[in-house]
């Protein structure tokens, strides 16, 4: 998960653990996530459009590359001037919300995967 803040990202990790999902990493800068992106290559991944350090598109970018699916959970809209090939494939979730309802699209989204 890439979220910038600690209070929703650990609402989103309670109800993650509470609908039995585990082996999650949250990063919370787009530095953190492109070291790990280096060194890892996760199943799904979670993430903000803006961080603390910048905009999310270089992981955005990463991801596609990489072949990783991904969900965006943000309060942004699309931003215009973002090249719309960083979003194939992807699913959008407004932020506030619910975080038993992401955590259940999140689920539903690693059950077709």
Same mark, same amino acid.
């Given at each position: 998960?890439?979220?910038?803040?600690?209070?929703?990202?650990?609402?989103?990790?309670?109800?993650?653990?509470?609908? +039995?999902? %585990?082996?999650? /990493?949250?990063? @919370?800068? $787009? !530095?953190?996530?492109?070291?790990?992106?280096?060194?890892?290559?996760?199943?799904?991944?979670?993430?903000?459009?803006?961080?603390?350090? +910048?905009? %999310?598109?270089? /992981?955005?970018? @990463?991801? $596609? !590359?990489?072949?990783?699916?991904?969900?965006?959970?943000?309060?942004?809209?699309?931003?215009?001037?973002?090249?719309?090939?960083?979003?194939?494939? %992807?699913?959008?979730?407004?932020?506030?919300?619910?975080?038993?309802?992401?955590?259940?699209?999140?689920?539903?989204?690693?059950?077709?995967?």
């Amino acid at each position: 998960m890439l979220e910038d803040q600690p209070l929703i990202s650990l609402d989103i990790e309670e109800a993650l653990t509470d609908k +039995g999902m %585990s082996n999650f /990493v949250t990063l @919370r800068s $787009q !530095k953190e996530a492109m070291a790990w992106l280096e060194r890892s290559s996760p199943d799904f991944v979670l993430l903000d459009l803006y961080l603390n350090d +910048g905009d %999310s598109q270089p /992981v955005l970018a @990463r991801l $596609q !590359k990489n072949s990783i699916p991904f969900m965006i959970y943000t309060g942004s809209e699309k931003p215009p001037e973002w090249n719309v090939e960083l979003f194939e494939g %992807s699913e959008w979730m407004s932020k506030p919300s619910d975080p038993d309802a992401l955590a259940d699209r999140i689920k539903t989204r690693l059950a077709v995967i």
